[in-house]
Nanobody, 122 residues
Framework: QVLLVESGGGSVQAGGSLRLDCKVS????????MAWFRQAPGKEREGVAV???????SYADSVKGRFTISQDDGPNTLDLRMNSLKPEDTAMYYC????????????????WGQGTQVTVSS
């Protein structure tokens, strides 16, 4: 397991934008598959977006065209840029990492960040 450090999040009105950042806390030569998940109150944790070892990305249908992930800060980082936010995007957002790429399945990831809240008001 690795320690993940998240930043960003906050409150915004519908249609606004936010950015979340995640990075592995200490330098390592090991390359991790990294993903963003979210969990709203009373709901199961769901995958938002993932970047595999080759930088290929996948998104949940609910965020396609609105959210973008990148690793501009290095291979063990993952930024999530969220545009055209909707009230239904309100959730706690978690960064996750693992030696294996589990896609958008939360059970496949062994390391998790502490979570950062995103609240979108109508």
């Amino acid at each position: 397991q690795v320690l993940l450090v998240e930043s960003g999040g906050g409150s915004v009105q519908a249609g606004g934008s936010l950015r979340l950042d995640c990075k592995v806390s200490r330098y390592t030569d090991t390359r991790y598959c990294m993903a963003w998940f979210r969990q709203a109150p009373g709901k199961e944790r769901e995958g938002v977006a993932v970047a595999d070892f080759d930088g290929r990305t996948s998104y949940a249908d609910s965020v396609k065209g609105r959210f973008t992930i990148s690793q501009d800060d290095g291979p063990n980082t993952l930024d999530l840029r969220m545009n055209s936010l909707k009230p239904e995007d309100t959730a706690m957002y978690y960064c996750a990492a693992d030696h294996w790429c589990g896609g958008l399945k939360p059970g496949q990831y062994s390391s998790w960040g502490q979570g950062t809240q995103v609240t979108v008001s109508s």
